[in-house]
């Protein structure tokens, strides 16, 4: 596994609005510093408490996005140095981490992972929920957490029509909340969809973030 041909190639093969992040998760801290060494800065973890330690043996100006399932009792131990959480999937998970962004005097960013694919396994807000969540207004008044777009995963299949259409659909509804609650908003303004196998599907549907592990660090 050459990580440094895999992270050029794909950086090669993604267009410049749109941001890498290299997927860590179960790969060892030396191999995070070799992708380092060639340049990467954002990486993302699906565990706090894989994330947590591997942030105190790596380089400071590393950009660290929780891309996993986050439970609430967790928040405060990522809450110090994340970049971005992606999986925020209630109004409650939110309100958590605006209280532990308060206290460590920081403005968090967050995305609201919409449920987009057929597997009933996969976590996420549904279209109503996230209309629900967005039209009460509640979240406006958490000064500490930012909420800079949406993220999605499609289903796991072959069918690159399945992936296509659930990206789309995705697309779709942030075009919708884009001008429903955030007008004045400039900073909502990403998607974060597309992962090793799918990330050229997502990136011709809109995404602007790809989160992409096994092609750069080989299978876990
Ligand atoms: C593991 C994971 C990825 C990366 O998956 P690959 O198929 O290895 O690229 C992306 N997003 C999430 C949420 C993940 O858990």
Redesign the pocket.
Known sequence: MNIKTNLQQIEESIPGGVSLIA?S?THPPELILEAYQHGQRQF?E?KVQELTAKVDVLPGDIEWHM??HLQSNKVKYIAPFVSLI??VDSYKLLKVIDKEAKKNHRIIKCLLQIHIAKESTKFGLSDDELHELLKSNEWKKLSNVQIIGLMG?ATFTDNQCVIRTEFKSLKQLFEEVKDLYFQNDSGFREISMG???DYQIAIEEGSTMV?????IFGE?
């Open positions: 997927v998760k993302g699906n891309i996993g992606h999986g995963m992962m090793s196998d989160r992409v592990g096994s092609a876990r």
